[in-house]
């Protein structure tokens, strides 16, 4: 009787020792702290990704804008007349040898269209595009670009070469 007891006794504390499960209370405190610590990460990923989508909106607008300004600058420079179609606000511009390019704006993009050829899209984005011809020649180009909730606004003031100035 006696080997009994203490094999009992032996067996009780050894299970204690070996115990690899958790106590109810222990899972009650820890899944809450999980959670918020899940949340904690989640918040902190969402943040970064719309930081992430603006700044590529933003960028990618940006970019939009500078292509156009630089088709029309190259043009502007190699220009020997510049001049403005009426109401539509459409600039012309006519080479050396006569071949005529036109930059307009329509439906969000701006179009480039040479004498001869159909009008190519040089980029889009575009919520507005607007010329101004100064008496010295200069061409003055506001344009806006929009991409979801990044806005972008460049200005442009170039001239011709050929042009002289009065």
Same mark, same amino acid.
């Given at each position: 009787m006696l080997n009994c007891k203490v094999f009992w006794s032996f067996s009780k504390k050894e299970a204690l020792k070996d115990n690899k499960g958790y106590l109810l209370i222990e899972v009650l405190v820890a899944l809450p702290l999980m959670i918020m610590t899940a949340a904690?990460?989640?918040? #902190?990923?969402?943040?970064?990704l719309n930081v992430y989508r603006q700044h590529e909106d933003k960028s990618e #607008?940006?970019?939009?804008?500078?292509?156009?300004?630089?088709?029309?600058?190259?043009?502007v420079k190699k220009g020997a007349n510049l001049a403005l179609a009426g109401v539509s606000n459409d600039l012309q511009i006519t080479d050396e040898s006569g071949k005529l390019t036109v930059y307009y704006w329509m439906g969000g993009r701006v179009y480039r269209q040479s004498e001869?050829?159909?009008?190519?899209?040089?980029?889009?984005?575009?919520e507005s595009l607007n010329f101004e011809?100064?008496?010295?020649?200069?061409?003055y180009v506001v344009i806006t670009g929009v991409k979801g909730v990044e806005t972008c606004k460049m200005e442009l003031v170039c001239g011709s070469s050929l042009l002289s100035v009065r």
């Open positions: 904690a990460l989640w918040s #902190i990923l969402w943040l970064g #607008i940006q970019y939009f804008c500078r292509t156009a300004l630089q088709f029309i600058q190259d043009d001869g050829f159909s009008p190519l899209p040089v980029c889009e984005g575009i011809l100064a008496a010295n020649g200069l061409v």
